[in-house]
């Protein structure tokens, strides 16, 4: 079961913390050429590679690789009533949530004849990953789609791997959630070389490249969205789940249990970390969590997650303790379990989510909290963010100057093109400001 961490009496430096905090191994290196390979081959080929991939990763390639509107249709006329309310009420609060992610267009008057715009424009197409594997997710639709649509992308390709089980089609719970929101543009693909395809395109089966690629997947749609970086824009290379939760002798060690292992649920790498200062309390949720592990649906995936080094009990001397070992630790999902949560909640800087006090756990921020699920996972909170609608907008800056406004810094353009050595940007503007005073 999980290990324990004695950090008490530690280092607090971030160098220290760094080197304490578990972890688990998530280098791209060993798949940047596999990946390299498999996006060079679809460039290459177009949709003959793609096949030849599906074939050799997935069992089988679908016989169409974009879906047929029948398909879309189909798929959303058999989803299971109670999945249909689910999804309906997870589009509903994520849209709201997306909506408030908009910043308004805002007007700076510098002075007479002197304005400049700022404006959020949504990039024009973007192409969605939804993985496959151990899961079927759904949910990663809701949380993909509903933030491109708020921030008014016109044009959406979704890709998801395709499934022996169903045909090498696309999971057919996955094409309703797609048709649930109006997408109609869906590809049985998975993979880098996916990956591959939205970035580059597939002329032949009418896949244009897109602007922007989100959503999670294995370390190989990881090493591709690297390498396509620059050639589209990307949200950000997905690891393994995290759970950091902060308790201390006032938590419920039985709901904290349920919360490790609910991450450590999705897979034998995910990370599950619990951080306190109280001694009981983990020794209490070492007990529920062996409970509580030996009887879930997915044990044997738990219990590798819960062994694996990238999960632990930490102990630490105090609360800032802790905040300094999670704000260094960066996790996907924080939950927080203290008895003065208003007290730490304004130091802890570092984290994709935050979840506060016992009825708010990560699950919840899975499905219907409102909250986006696509994070930023393996440190990368430290300096990204949670998918939202901001990821499709660009900022541009709209410059506006008269004849007024322009004489009055003419000068100033002369001077510092001068000291620059570039004389013609003060000629451009002298040609405009000549003979006035």
């Given at each position: 079961m999980?290990?324990?961490?004695?950090?008490?009496?530690?280092?607090?430096?971030?160098?220290?913390?760094?080197?304490s905090?578990?972890?688990?191994?998530?280098d791209?290196?060993?798949?940047?050429?596999?990946?390299?390979?498999?996006?060079?081959?679809?460039?290459?080929?177009?949709?003959?590679?793609?096949?030849?991939?599906?074939?050799?990763?997935?069992?089988?390639?679908?016989?169409?690789?974009?879906?047929?509107?029948?398909?879309?249709?189909?798929?959303?006329?058999?989803?299971?009533?109670?999945?249909?309310?689910?999804?309906?009420?997870?589009?509903?609060?994520?849209?709201?949530?997306?909506?408030?992610?908009?910043?308004?267009?805002?007007?700076?008057?510098?002075?007479?004849?002197?304005?400049?715009?700022?404006?959020?424009?949504?990039?024009?197409?973007?192409?969605?990953?939804?993985?496959?594997?151990?899961?079927?997710?759904?949910?990663?639709?809701?949380?993909?789609?509903?933030?491109?649509?708020?921030?008014?992308?016109?044009?959406?390709?979704?890709?998801?791997?395709?499934?022996?089980?169903?045909?090498?089609?696309?999971?057919?719970?996955?094409?309703?959630?797609?048709?649930?929101?109006?997408?109609?543009?869906?590809?049985?693909?998975?993979?880098?070389?996916a990956?591959?395809?939205?970035?580059?395109?597939?002329?032949?089966?009418?896949?244009?490249?897109?602007?922007?690629?989100?959503?999670?997947?294995?370390?190989?749609?990881?090493?591709?969205?690297?390498?396509?970086?620059?050639?589209?824009?990307?949200?950000?290379?997905?690891?393994?789940?995290?759970?950091?939760?902060?308790?201390?002798?006032?938590?419920?060690?039985?709901?904290?249990?349920?919360?490790?292992?609910?991450?450590?649920?999705?897979?034998?790498?995910?990370?599950?970390?619990?951080?306190?200062?109280?001694?009981?309390?983990?020794?209490?949720?070492?007990?529920?969590?062996?409970?509580?592990?030996?009887?879930?649906?997915?044990?044997?995936?738990?219990?590798?997650?819960?062994?694996?080094?990238?999960?632990?009990?930490?102990?630490?001397?105090?609360?800032?303790?802790?905040?300094?070992?999670?704000?260094?630790?960066?996790?996907?999902?924080?939950?927080?379990?203290?008895?003065?949560?208003?007290?730490?909640?304004?130091?802890?800087?570092?984290?994709?989510?935050?979840f506060?006090?016992?009825?708010?756990?990560?699950?919840?921020?899975?499905?219907?909290?409102?909250?986006?699920?696509?994070?930023?996972?393996l440190g990368?909170?430290?300096?990204?963010?949670?998918?939202?609608?901001?990821?499709?907008?660009?900022?541009?800056q709209?410059?506006?100057?008269?004849?007024?406004?322009?004489?009055?810094?003419?000068h100033?353009?002369?001077?510092?093109?001068?000291?620059?050595?570039?004389?013609?940007?003060?000629?451009?503007?002298?040609?405009?400001?000549?003979?006035?005073?």
């Open positions: 999980m290990r324990v961490l004695d950090l008490r009496g530690s280092d607090r430096s971030l160098a220290g913390l760094l080197s905090v578990p972890r688990a191994s998530n791209l290196s060993s798949a940047l050429d596999v990946a390299s390979n498999l996006i060079a081959d679809v460039v290459d080929r177009g949709e003959a590679a793609l096949r030849d991939q599906a074939t050799k990763f997935d069992g089988g390639a679908p016989e169409s690789f974009r879906v047929s509107e029948s398909e879309m249709s189909r798929a959303l006329a058999e989803l299971d009533p109670r999945v249909r309310d689910g999804l309906e009420e997870a589009i509903a609060r994520v849209r709201k949530v997306s909506q408030a992610q908009v910043p308004p267009s805002s007007l700076t008057t510098l002075g007479p004849g002197a304005v400049v715009e700022q404006r959020w424009v949504p990039v024009s197409r973007v192409g969605l990953y939804v993985p496959g594997g151990k899961a079927v997710y759904p949910s990663s639709v809701v949380m993909n789609v509903v933030p491109a649509q708020v921030a008014g992308v016109s044009s959406i390709a979704l890709v998801s791997p395709p499934q022996r089980e169903f045909g090498f089609a696309v999971h057919p719970t996955v094409l309703a959630a797609a048709a649930l929101l109006g997408i109609d543009e869906v590809y049985a693909m998975g993979g880098a070389g990956v591959g395809a939205l970035a580059h395109g597939v002329p032949s089966i009418g896949l244009d490249p897109v602007d922007v690629i989100t959503g999670p997947g294995n370390i190989f749609v990881a090493a591709a969205k690297r390498l396509v970086r620059g050639i589209v824009g990307i949200d950000s290379e997905a690891g393994p789940t995290e759970i950091l939760i902060i308790a201390d002798e006032s938590a419920d060690a039985d709901l904290v249990a349920a919360d490790l292992i609910s991450q450590a649920e999705h897979d034998s790498l995910a990370a599950a970390v619990l951080v306190t200062d109280s001694v009981d309390l983990a020794d209490a949720v070492q007990e529920r969590v062996r409970v509580r592990a030996a009887g879930t649906s997915h044990a044997e995936r738990v219990a590798e997650a819960l062994d694996g080094p990238q999960s632990a009990t930490i102990l630490v001397d105090d609360l800032a303790h802790a905040v300094a070992l999670s704000n260094a630790y960066a996790p996907e999902h924080l939950e927080v379990h203290v008895t003065d949560t208003e007290a730490i909640l304004p130091q802890l800087t570092n984290a994709g989510a935050i506060v006090g016992n009825d708010a756990p990560v699950s919840l921020g899975d499905y219907v909290a409102g909250s986006n699920h696509v994070l930023p996972t990368q909170a430290r300096f990204s963010s949670a998918l939202g609608a901001y990821t499709f907008l660009r900022a541009q709209v410059i506006r100057y008269d004849a007024e406004g322009l004489a009055t810094v003419a100033h353009v002369r001077a510092l093109s001068d000291a620059e050595n570039l004389p013609a940007h003060g000629d451009a503007v002298d040609a405009r400001t000549e003979g006035e005073d």
